[in-house]
């Protein structure tokens, strides 16, 4: 069964430093693809990043960046600089598609999410 | 461009009492449609997918129901609410690949 685990439940840190995100997940998959969201207050989630699994390289844009590492199953968020506009509660999430997982739903699994809190 | 909807925004409801969620879609057709919880301090759990019209698929046993009367319309129902169905509920449309989330609808049971 696939898992994604967030350990920081919450962070605070003050505006301008640099923060990360930690996610680790299970699969046996070796298909699979890996997501950000960021859910501001509103609730609504909003999409950050989408990787694959055959696709190692980091990725940065703007002040975010992401370090997906196989050997160690995690999948890292990085912001630099924070700032106040960046407070939210952050999700890593996990999908194996149906063509590979042999079946059953081909929707998202979460982890319960990290709450940042950039303070001025 | 899709839209998703989800209406209420917000629901009070008593323990014991009916509920119904609804969802729809726009800009697409023949979408995979999704609802998730998110509890309290818990992260977004899926509950139904739906591949088509009249085809549900429920990911964890529990007091909520779903259905698909339409392509685009997705419902969440349950017939007699518990105080542990409270939450933060999200539809969404798309595939393994991409998924694109609704506004949401906060429950509250009391």
């Known amino acids: 069964a696939q898992k994604v685990t967030q350990a920081q439940t919450e962070i605070s840190v003050v505006e301008k430093e640099d923060v990360t995100l930690d996610c680790v997940y299970e699969?046996?998959?070796?298909?699979?693809?890996l997501f950000w969201y960021k859910q501001p207050p509103s609730g609504e989630l909003v999409f950050l990043i989408r990787?694959?699994?055959?696709?190692?390289q980091n990725e940065i844009s703007g002040r975010y960046s992401w370090n997906f590492q196989k050997s160690t199953s995690s999948f890292n968020f990085t912001i630099t600089a924070s700032q106040v506009v960046d407070s939210a509660v952050y999700f890593c999430?996990?999908?194996?598609?149906?063509?590979?997982?042999?079946?059953?739903?081909?929707?998202?699994?979460f982890g319960k999410g990290t709450h940042l809190i950039i303070q001025p | 461009s899709q839209t998703i909807h989800q209406w209420p925004a917000t629901l009070v409801q008593p323990v014991g009492s009916p509920l119904s969620l609804e969802c729809t879609v726009e800009?697409?057709?023949?979408?995979?449609l999704y609802w998730y919880r998110q509890a309290a301090g818990r992260g977004l759990q899926l509950l139904f997918y739906?591949?088509?019209?009249?085809?549900i698929s429920s990911e964890v046993p529990q007091n909520l129901s779903a259905s698909r009367p339409q392509d685009r319309q997705f419902i969440l129902s349950s017939k007699k609410l518990l105080l542990s169905d409270s939450g933060f509920y999200l539809c969404?449309?798309?595939?393994?690949?991409?998924?694109?989330f609704g506004p949401g609808t906060r429950l509250t049971v009391t």
């Open positions: 800009g697409t057709s023949n979408p995979n």
């Open positions: 969404a449309w798309g595939t393994s690949y991409e998924q694109y």
């Open positions: 990787r694959n699994s055959f696709d190692e």
């Open positions: 739906s591949v088509g019209i009249g085809q």
């Open positions: 999430a996990l999908s194996e598609p149906l063509l590979y997982s042999g079946g059953g739903a081909d929707g998202l699994t």
């Open positions: 699969t046996r998959d070796t298909t699979y693809y």
